[in-house]
Each structure stands twice: as structure tokens, then as C-alpha cells.
């Protein structure tokens, strides 16, 4: 049984911050490359903004301009997102990948 689950979401001011985490299991996620996508609101795709692969390679979207860090601990299952600065655009839905497989999503927003 393959399940990702993020949380960490919630309302924050601009400038605020945000650690999100996904927690896997029934894949092989020492394996997997981890992705981070937002849904913006009333959007229907999901942008993948960051990535993490097996062996830490990291890859960032420009518009994340160094203000979201991604990492991941093996040990036990999660890939994490902490994200500073935050800003309305921001705002949005965010979902784990990993495998193929998605998370149920967690709500961010970002609001004065």
C-alpha cells in the first residue's frame, strides 16, 4: 500500500514562514526522487517548483529565488520543505510526489 501524506500547511503574514513535511511509505523511497508542486488557486495543474533525488540532487524552480530549502532524511520516510519569506503568491496547495504517487495536498496561505 503506497501512501504520502503532507502537512505542515497553515496561515502565515508576509514574510512568514512555512515547514512543510511528506512522510512515504510503500515505496522505496531511498530510491525516489521527491518532488514539491503548488496548486495556486484556481488553477488546476500542479507546478513542480522543487526536487530532491536519491543522492541529494537538488533542483529548484527560479521562482523559488533561493527562499525554499528541500531536504529529506531516509531514516525515516519524509522529504521536507521549509519555506521563508513567503509572500501571497505563494499561496496555494502543496503535494509531495514521489514514484508516481501523490499526496493528499496541505494548504498554505499567505495573507495580511
Known amino acids: 500500500q503506497v501512501d504520502l501524506m503532507e502537512s505542515g500547511g497553515g496561515l502565515v503574514h508576509p514574510g512568514g514562514s512555512l515547514t512543510l513535511s511528506c512522510a512515504a511509505s510503500?515505496?522505496?523511497?531511498?530510491?525516489?526522487?521527491m518532488g514539491w508542486y503548488r496548486q495556486a488557486p484556481g488553477n488546476q495543474r500542479r507546478d513542480m517548483f522543487a526536487?530532491?533525488?536519491?543522492?541529494?540532487?537538488?533542483n529548484y524552480s527560479y521562482s523559488v529565488n533561493g527562499r525554499f530549502t528541500i531536504s529529506r532524511d531516509n531514516a525515516k520516510n519524509i522529504v521536507y520543505l521549509e519555506m521563508n519569506d513567503l509572500n501571497p503568491a505563494d499561496t496555494g496547495v502543496y503535494y509531495c510526489?514521489?514514484?508516481?504517487?501523490w499526496g493528499q495536498g496541505t494548504q498554505g496561505t499567505v495573507s495580511a
Open positions: 510526489n514521489g514514484d508516481a504517487w
Open positions: 510503500g515505496i522505496s523511497f531511498a530510491g525516489a526522487t
Open positions: 526536487s530532491i533525488k536519491s543522492g541529494t540532487t537538488i
